[in-house]
């Protein structure tokens, strides 16, 4: 029993250790480049331009929402439609020191973070902080295009 207790520590520790590593070997082009891909696609989302915000997603775009569940690119598009109609003032900030970028060999890149959401109802701020993971294809125009979406904690 010992020796099974040994066994699951080392190999918890070795996990812990792993993931650390993948942490640090972030190619820092990479992560700059999803950092402002991020900024980019959500300054078309802080202005309201949705057909620029879509162009930043795959047509196949699969969202997976805690709260509303999963929506291709359509419902996806109408939602932020929405969204922006009904919250004219909404804004998205990422939290600062969250973002955190993963290379995909032969795919392109997984983006983790926190980001904030604030707009005004009843004359009074109301904001959230909420987790999102997103996956980054590289396309064959060299082109970068968020396929999948998880937006969680809500």
Not at 3 to 32: I, S, T, Y
Not at 77 to 83: D, K, L, N
Not at 137 to 147: E, F, H, L, T
Request: glycine residues 10%; hydrophobic residues 40%.
């Amino acid at each position: 029993m010992k020796k099974l207790l040994l066994l699951g520590g080392l190999l918890v520790m070795g996990l812990v250790g792993n993931k650390q590593a993948l942490a640090q070997a972030q190619p820092d082009e990479l992560r700059q480049r999803i950092a402002r891909l991020d900024a980019e696609m959500f300054a078309a989302f802080n202005a309201h331009d949705i057909p620029k915000l879509m162009s930043y997603f795959t047509p196949n775009l699969e969202f997976y929402h805690d709260k509303g569940g999963l929506a291709g690119f359509a419902q996806t598009q109408q939602g932020f439609t929405q969204v922006s109609k009904q919250s004219p003032d909404i804004h998205r900030e990422l939290v600062p020191g969250s973002l955190e970028v993963y290379p995909v060999p032969g795919y392109g890149a997984i983006e983790v973070g926190e980001h904030r959401f604030c707009h005004q109802e009843n004359g009074k701020p109301d904001c959230g902080t909420f987790k999102f993971t997103m996956l980054w294809q590289q396309q064959k125009d060299g082109a970068w295009r968020v396929a999948r979406v998880v937006s969680y904690g809500h």
